[in-house]
């Protein structure tokens, strides 16, 4: 059984530095693919970005990266440059190989960042 | 415009009744799904559906009941509503291959007394 688990309640930091959050997964398969979410205030969950289990290479858009650690099966989300509207709850997803399959998500990390 | 709607955007219920939630997509996706979130649990999947079908079911219970009727809409039948069933419900959608990405609706706020 797949399972998501992010140890970090909240964390609080400072506008235009780096914050760091933790996720780690549980799954059988070889093939699986990682994604991040943030909810926002208003309930909004809108994607971030992905890794795929094949790439070696971690993610990055924007301000937003991944540090991927197979051996580690850890998958951590690099916010640099925080903004006021980064505040929100990230979510930590992942998904095994297959069509139309759910996703199972981790309780969130609650991002606050303050000026 | 938004891509998915989920209608209502607030719902009060009584006991023992029975409520539909309403999602369409309009990302010309194949794939659309549900998923709950009640207080201090996390996102917990419910049901994935596939060019109107069925492809899997993570709700134990008969009382929630996904229905189709157009390649874009997916809506949830909840019957014999209990208390317990108060959460938001999300429905996503994805393009249906199977390194897909899946983006969510607004969510619907569903409170049973």
């Known amino acids: 059984a797949q399972k998501v688990t992010q140890t970090q309640t909240s964390i609080s930091v400072v506008e235009k530095t780096t914050v760091t959050m933790d996720c780690v997964y549980e799954t059988r398969d070889s093939s699986y693919f990682l994604f991040w979410y943030k909810q926002t205030a208003s309930g909004e969950i809108v994607f971030l970005i992905r890794q795929d289990s094949y790439k070696k290479e971690n993610a990055t858009v924007g301000h937003y990266s991944l540090n991927f650690q197979k051996p580690k099966s850890s998958i951590g989300l690099i916010i640099t440059a925080t903004q006021i509207e980064d505040s929100a709850v990230y979510f930590c997803?992942?998904?095994?190989?297959?069509?139309?399959?759910?996703?199972?998500f981790g309780l969130g990390t609650r991002v606050s960042v303050f000026p | 415009d938004p891509k998915i709607i989920q209608k209502p955007k607030y719902l009060v219920a009584v006991t023992g009744s029975e409520k539909i939630l309403i999602c369409e997509q309009y990302l010309g996706h194949n794939a659309m799904y549900w998923y709950r979130q009640s207080a201090k649990k996390p996102l917990e999947f419910m049901f994935s559906?596939?060019?109107?079908?069925?492809?899997d079911n993570q709700t134990a219970s008969s009382r929630f009941q996904p229905q189709s009727s157009k390649k874009n809409h997916l809506d949830l039948q909840i019957t014999a509503l209990k208390p317990d069933d108060s959460a938001t419900y999300f429905c996503?959608?994805?393009?249906?291959?199977?390194?897909?990405?899946?983006?969510f609706g607004p969510g619907t706020r569903l409170l049973v007394l």
């Open positions: 996503a959608s994805s393009q249906d291959h199977c390194q897909d990405t899946q983006y």
């Open positions: 559906y596939s060019y109107q079908k069925l492809m």
């Open positions: 997803a992942m998904r095994e190989g297959g069509f139309a399959q759910g996703l199972t």
